[in-house]
Each structure stands twice: as C-alpha cells, then as structure tokens.
C-alpha cells in the first residue's frame, strides 16, 4: 500500500503574501466592512481585491479576518472598515496575512511575499520567505 501523503492530493494553506507592520489610516466602523488597501502595496504584495486577509493588531493582539478592498494608488491606506473598526485605532501596526491552499508542487515553486513597512506605508521594502 502506498504512504498516505500519496493516495489523494492534498492541499495545504500556507503564506501566500505578508504585509508586516503597515500602520492603520483609518477606522470606519460605518462601513460596510472590509480593508482597504493601496493599490500599489496590493499590486506589489500580489494580493487581490476580494481575497480573504487574516489581521494581527501588533498594537492589542486583536485578530480578524475580512476581504480586500481597492484602495487609491499611491494614497498610503490601509483603513479598517465595518465592525472591526472597533478593534484598531489610526496609527496601529498591523500583520496582514494572506493565505493560499497549495498542493505539495505548487507549495515547492512557490515564495511568499513579504512587504515590511519600517516607518510609513509610503515605503516599503519587499522580501520573499524560501520553503525548508
């Protein structure tokens, strides 16, 4: 009988994209909900419009999840809409994590991008995280 990681394809969610300490621009608790995000940090970030993001307040340990939303290029924002607007304030450093479900090939071709924001979310600078 062959071993069991060989019967079925199985996929796996792992680290797509990180944005690693981006500050928040703004908390809008009467929006429908969401993140908005720059879209120039999504375009070099390879997140989308509409994915799912998990959130870590750096700030209060407070984690989330919501979707994306397309922000104005070059404006900087990284904006907590709806409910968990309650949950950051402006100036608060966040983790936002995108995952992806891979299998074991596509998990071996792939890196992970990291965008970390050392002061602003003018700046950023781009690494990728390498599979052991």
């Given at each position: 009988?062959?071993p069991?990681?060989m019967?079925?394809?199985?996929?796996?969610?792992?680290?797509f994209a990180k944005?690693?300490?981006?500050?928040?621009?703004?908390?809008?608790?009467?929006?429908v909900?969401?993140?908005?995000?720059?879209?120039?940090?999504?375009?070099?970030?390879g997140?989308r419009?509409s994915d799912a993001?998990?959130?870590?307040?750096?700030?209060?340990?407070?984690?989330?999840?919501?979707?994306?939303?397309?922000?104005?290029p070059?404006?900087g924002k990284?904006?907590?809409?709806g409910?968990a607007a309650?949950?950051?304030?402006v100036?608060?450093p966040l983790i936002?994590?995108?995952?992806?479900l891979?299998?074991?090939?596509?998990?071996?071709?792939?890196?992970?991008?990291?965008l970390?924001?050392?002061d602003?979310?003018a700046?950023?600078?781009?690494?990728?995280?390498?599979p052991r």
């Open positions: 009988m062959a069991r990681h019967l079925a394809p199985m996929l796996r969610k792992v680290l944005l690693h300490r981006c500050k928040v621009t703004a908390a809008l608790p009467d929006y909900g969401s993140i908005t995000i720059d879209a120039d940090i999504l375009r070099d970030s997140i419009p993001v998990e959130i870590a307040n750096c700030r209060n340990g407070e984690r989330f999840e919501t979707y994306v939303l397309w922000g104005e070059g404006s990284i904006e907590i809409n409910a309650h949950l950051v304030e100036g608060d936002v994590m995108h995952y992806a891979m299998d074991e090939s596509e998990y071996q071709r792939h890196r992970a991008t990291v970390i924001f050392p602003s979310n700046a950023w600078r781009a690494t990728r995280y390498e």
